[in-house]
């Protein structure tokens, strides 16, 4: 049903540019690509909304290149992996969200504080890799999809970052 | 076989650890709001149609202007300053060129 009201809305953006519908379709998919953000940026709340923004600016720029060869929520993460790799390159920050403490990060809570601890275990592919799997639920083949990787090579990164977690966790005595 | 185990517990131990874990953002009501007022701006359909007269206008004119230059001012070139033909020429240039950039723009807001 829900799959039926969104082709129906895609419809309507893409012949009438509908802006009512670009709206509902906006409405609906905000608070995953958030969160999707929320976790590459390290709990940075008002990045992940600029990123979220611009993400859904390109939808709306490229709705018309949606084929729909594979689904819309993985076309609209696969813009969104763009649009942060994109930031990452213009502000050459992949050394430092890699490897440093995130002063700009609001961290403002211990969950939060945990999570982000955790999740900077791992490279940035790998991060994108695991936010996706365990966090929006996407199938190997989505993330290949999403990353344009082989989904070989994505088991393998899925692998090594799911040993350095478990590492990380035991260490710190979650069990 | 211990290597499986393994996976599974690893499995397993992260599953519930991003399950209590994950972060959700919080509310924005304002999100939707400030993507829509970042769209491009669309033309409205009376915008449009003042824009189509207008380029309507600017042809006709532009149609008399050719015509004018055309039918009496060339023919009396000899008559004229080198300097006022050339601005003649650059006038009518320039207004023939910005006639096409309307058109085209006019094209634009169709699709």
Known sequence: MRRANEKLLLTRVMLLDDRNAFAMLVEQHQPAVRRFFLHQTSGDEMLTDDLAQLTFIKLYYSIKQFKGLSGFSTYLYRIAYNVFQDYLRKKQLYDVVETLPDDSATVDNDTRLDIVNALRQLSSVERTIVTLFYIEDRKVEDIADILQLPEGTIKSHLSRARKKLAKFLKENGYE | ?111
């Open chain 2, 1 to 111: 076989m211990n290597d499986k185990i393994q996976h599974n517990n690893e499995e397993d131990l992260l599953r519930k650890y991003f399950t209590e874990t994950k972060i959700e953002p919080p509310s924005n009501v304002w999100f939707t709001k400030r993507v829509m007022h970042k769209l491009p701006h669309r033309f409205s359909s009376v915008e449009r149609n003042i824009m189509t007269v207008v380029t309507i206008i600017s042809v006709v004119m532009c149609g008399i202007l050719l015509y004018y230059s055309t039918d009496y001012i060339l023919p009396h070139a000899e008559n004229k300053i080198t300097l006022s033909l050339l601005c003649i020429y650059v006038t009518i240039i320039s207004t023939m060129v910005l006639v096409l950039l309307q058109i085209i723009r006019l094209i634009k807001t169709y699709f």
